[in-house]
């Protein structure tokens, strides 16, 4: 993957950009003056980023993801990360046949749902899966793959599925193996 420069980083004009930020030059990238990017971020090849997006320190977005923040926002807290090919939407229309739908249509015509994103820290989401608006990934949980997540989760559950259910628990040892990272983070940096 070729990555941006620090310098052609900065020169995109981004509302921040941490450091150790490694971007994709493939990805597409919409407004980003809404965009907050934190430490040590990784952003793959061929990935779309629209809109308000946060994201916090230690994230990995793979290739080939949709996030589309819109107005309402897109929020993803250290150490989560996005597999391959998923989508998250801040926005969706009303498919029932009662309202027009698609971007070519007013406003005024259409039933659309609108609310921010939320992926709390360590939340995790498997490959095709698909976020709706509205949606907050609490603390440690994981999506399996091919999973549509249309409603609030519990922290530190196992989700999968269409719509995605609890199918368990999810391990905090991952909780130490955070504190020893940062802990030699600290110590490098001093």
């Known amino acids: 993957m070729a990555y941006y420069t620090d310098i052609e980083l900065k020169e995109i004009g981004f509302k921040y950009i941490g450091t150790n930020v490694r971007l994709s030059k493939t990805t597409s990238i919409y407004n980003p003056e809404k965009m907050i990017i934190g430490d040590n971020c990784k952003i793959d090849d061929f990935c779309i980023l629209s809109g308000k997006i946060e994201l916090g320190n230690n994230i990995h977005i793979s290739v080939y993801c949709h996030v589309a923040g819109g107005d309402e926002g897109i929020y993803m807290e250290d150490f989560s990360g996005l597999s391959h090919y998923v989508n998250i939407f801040t926005r969706s229309d009303d498919y029932s046949g009662k309202f027009l739908t698609n971007p070519t ?33 609490e603390e440690g949980v994981a999506v399996g793959a091919m999973s549509l997540v249309n409603k609030p989760t519990i922290p530190w559950k196992t989700y999968i599925g269409i719509p995605a259910k609890s199918v368990g628990d999810r391990s905090k040892e991952l909780l130490e193996l955070e504190k020893k990272y940062i802990q030699s983070n600290n110590h490098i940096r001093s």
């Open 105 to 137: 249509v007013p406003d005024e015509y259409k039933n659309i749902k609108k609310g921010s994103v939320i992926i709390k820290k360590h939340g995790i989401v498997g490959c095709n899966s698909v976020i709706f608006p509205g949606v907050i990934i």
